[in-house]
């Protein structure tokens, strides 16, 4: 079982939908990342939250607002979406830094659809 | 930035060995991992290389090669569940850039 968990697993919107995607884990992790990957594509770096501070956006639309409540939770907030935005989202998170590899754990992802 | 090769596709026959390579052109390098995707599921973790050399786990073994931009991943004794998509990512000197390479379809035929 994976413990980075995400919510929902599917979801169908249209462009001028409000929607969020969640993500949970419990490891005591301090860095939570999102991940968007495309079919038969690797994922892409979106964001980066290091102590619950915003510490790398790789210059994503504003029509993705990330938000990490604190360290357990981390949240993609999406509004006015277009249809190449349909990807899975995949939520990772990490240890810090000099505390082992500091490999990324990722959840199962929120397959999105936009219509 | 990070520029990743690696083969988009290889099959290989169950009981065998395969080698999947990586090159990678960097800016700044703080380690190199291993992800196994299946079709559907999310990544997960299989090997990490931060120093020149070999690492072995179990049935899995990666290689390093800093000065040469290089790892391989080797996996020895296949079975048909090792059918998956094989990720190459390195992290940058910042410590919390990972970027994928496109990934190694590996098909195990009986």
């Known amino acids: 079982d994976t413990e980075v968990t995400q919510t929902p697993k599917h979801l169908v919107m249209g462009m001028t939908n409000k929607k969020s995607l969640k993500c949970e884990q419990h490891?005591?992790?301090?860095?939570m990342y999102w991940y968007k990957q495309k079919a038969k594509k690797p994922p892409e770096l979106m964001f980066v939250?290091?102590?619950?501070?915003?510490?790398i956006n790789e210059s994503v639309p504003s029509r993705f607002s990330p938000e990490c409540p604190n360290s357990s939770l981390l949240n993609l907030h999406l509004h006015a979406l277009q249809p190449e935005d349909s990807a899975l989202y995949l939520c990772?998170?990490?240890?810090?830094?000099?505390?082992?590899?500091?490999?990324?754990?990722f959840g199962e992802g929120s397959r999105l659809t936009v219509l | 930035g990070q520029n990743i090769d690696q083969p988009t596709e290889m099959t290989a026959t169950e009981g065998a060995i395969v080698q999947i390579n990586c090159t990678y052109q960097?800016?700044?390098?703080?380690?190199l991992f291993w992800y196994q995707q299946h079709a559907g599921e999310a990544p997960t973790f299989l090997s990490y290389?931060?120093?020149?050399g070999l690492e072995e786990k179990g049935r899995f073994s990666s290689f390093l090669s800093r000065s040469k931009g290089y790892s391989y991943l080797l996996l020895k004794e296949l079975q048909m569940k090792d059918s998956a998509s094989y990720l190459c990512?390195?992290?940058?000197?910042?410590?919390?850039?990972?970027?994928f390479g496109i990934g190694t379809k590996l098909q195990v035929i009986p």
């Open positions: 490891m005591g992790h301090r860095a």
């Open positions: 290389n931060v120093l020149d």
């Open positions: 990772a998170s990490s240890q810090g830094q000099g505390r082992g590899p500091g490999e990324l754990f």
């Open positions: 960097t800016s700044g390098f703080n380690g």
């Open positions: 990512a390195v992290r940058d000197r910042g410590y919390q850039k990972v970027t």
């Open positions: 939250y290091s102590y619950e501070k915003l510490s």
